[in-house]
């Protein structure tokens, strides 16, 4: 037969899968996307095997992994050359949670699942609320006046903060949208189409991963937040160190076996087994990963704990006395270029460290896993999901600050936001007066 391959991985063929476990693989071609001209795109992915309605124990199916070359007669040159072939034995899917066919698995590797708890035995994986009208309840917070946003839980209001996927990034970020809960989210539980699930964790800090993404990337996120259906969510008290483990060549490898489509969702990763020991060195790398990444998110307008532009954290002023009887301000002689440059070395200073850690991390969780022979701790620098200077994106993001000060939401003498939603008044530009003696606002 040929048929799409999600039969061997998801967790509505499970039962399926039991009933083919009775038969023999005789022999497979996975052939992943693009194995046919006539189709294209990622969505038809294939296999093609033969199964003989009998079953012999031990029995080895031989197994050719086709799914890197992107072109059919990629497909069709490395099938023929014998390369990317297994031998697995069918008895072993049945020792991997939902017993994916995951024929290239090494010994060591379904061994681990047998050594260790799941994640989900840890931390049962949970998943947010379904609104009934997301375009009602969910706003930008950059849409809402700020004294209507209550970043305080325990705290009545009507906007909160919540967490609503987005793209894949590790350790801290995408906070990005707040969500009506008012009295209790009396408003949204009256929807007919919504589900309100797990509000008991809501307000709890935790971590995160958006559920359909292109990389399994995991979060943290503070306790002032509501959970959405866009995520899935975990609350282990070991919070540094399954995050480490979570975002180390771990996971990833593993998720690929049980699951290998863009869909992260809470039975998916709660299978990951968690070995546990402990190592005080992962702690202080993951904390140091989530201030890295703290302090990358909250440098861009984006974030609500923007506090002002870096090009001017980058800028050098000096405050001289020019004479006895007067002191007056002198800036050193800056242009755009120089912020520039010193916010792109800080950037890449930035990129390095978090690199480096990831890398540490990588190494202490093979170690751990007994996976030397199998994995390397190296990181591609398109993995790492802070960012690098922009030249264009940051000048960009420099005029729209300069537009925003001019408009009294941010001051250069200030930190943070000065107007932005509230009444006009004229104490928010107290701050922003000219300098006496410069003429500089």
């Not at 890398?359 to 170690?367: G, K, Q, V």
Request: some cysteine; charged content about 25%.
């Amino acid at each position: 037969m040929i048929t799409q391959h999600a039969w061997m991985f998801l967790s509505s063929f499970e039962k399926l899968r039991s009933k083919l476990l009775m038969l023999d693989t005789v022999n497979m071609a996975h052939l992943g996307a693009r194995a046919f001209e006539e189709i294209g795109g990622e969505v038809v992915q294939t296999a093609s095997f033969v199964m003989r309605k009998s079953r012999e124990n031990g029995y080895k199916g031989v197994y050719c992994r086709l799914i890197e070359p992107t072109s059919q007669k990629g497909k069709e040159d490395m099938f023929l050359a014998g390369d990317n072939q297994y031998e697995a034995v069918q008895d072993n899917f049945a020792k991997i949670p939902g017993s994916p066919v995951a024929y290239w698995v090494s010994h060591k590797l379904l061994n681990v699942f047998l050594d260790s708890k799941s994640l989900a035995e840890i931390s049962e994986p949970k998943v947010g609320l379904q609104s009934g009208n997301n375009n009602k309840y969910y706003k930008l917070w950059t849409e809402i006046s700020i004294d209507n946003i209550t970043f305080d839980g325990n705290k009545a209001g009507k906007w909160y903060p919540c967490v609503k996927g987005g793209e894949s990034r590790k350790w801290f970020g995408n906070q990005t949208y707040v969500i009506n809960w008012e009295n209790d989210g009396k408003d949204i539980k009256e929807e007919t189409s919504a589900v309100v699930r797990n509000s008991t964790c809501y307000f709890k800090g935790g971590l995160t991963w958006t559920k359909i993404n292109s990389v399994f990337a995991v979060r943290y996120f503070p306790d002032n937040m509501i959970l959405s259906d866009s995520s899935v969510y975990i609350f282990p008290e070991m919070k540094e160190y399954v995050l480490g483990c979570l975002n180390s060549i771990i996971a990833p490898k593993i998720v690929e076996m049980l699951n290998p489509t863009l869909n992260f969702v809470a039975s998916t990763i709660g299978s990951i087994p968690i070995l546990i020991k402990k190592n005080n060195d992962i702690t202080k790398l993951v904390k140091d990963n989530i201030i890295i990444s703290k302090d990358d998110w909250n440098d861009f307008e984006t974030s609500w704990d923007f506090l002002k532009h870096p090009f001017l954290k980058c800028a050098s002023f000096s405050i001289q006395d020019m004479m006895e009887d007067e002191k007056r301000y002198i800036r050193d002689q800056n242009y755009i270029k120089d912020a520039y440059t010193r916010w792109s070395n800080e950037c890449f200073c930035r990129f390095k460290q978090l690199k480096a850690n990831e890398e540490e991390l990588n190494r202490i969780f093979i170690a751990i896993y007994g996976l030397q022979d199998e994995l390397t701790p190296e990181v591609e620098d398109k993995d790492v999901t802070v960012r690098k200077a922009d030249l264009g994106r940051d000048i960009r993001s420099f005029i729209s600050y300069a537009v925003g000060c001019m408009f009294g939401r941010y001051s250069i003498d200030k930190d943070g936001l000065m107007v932005a939603g509230q009444p006009f008044e004229s104490v928010y530009f107290e701050a922003t007066a000219p300098r006496a003696g410069t003429g500089v606002a």
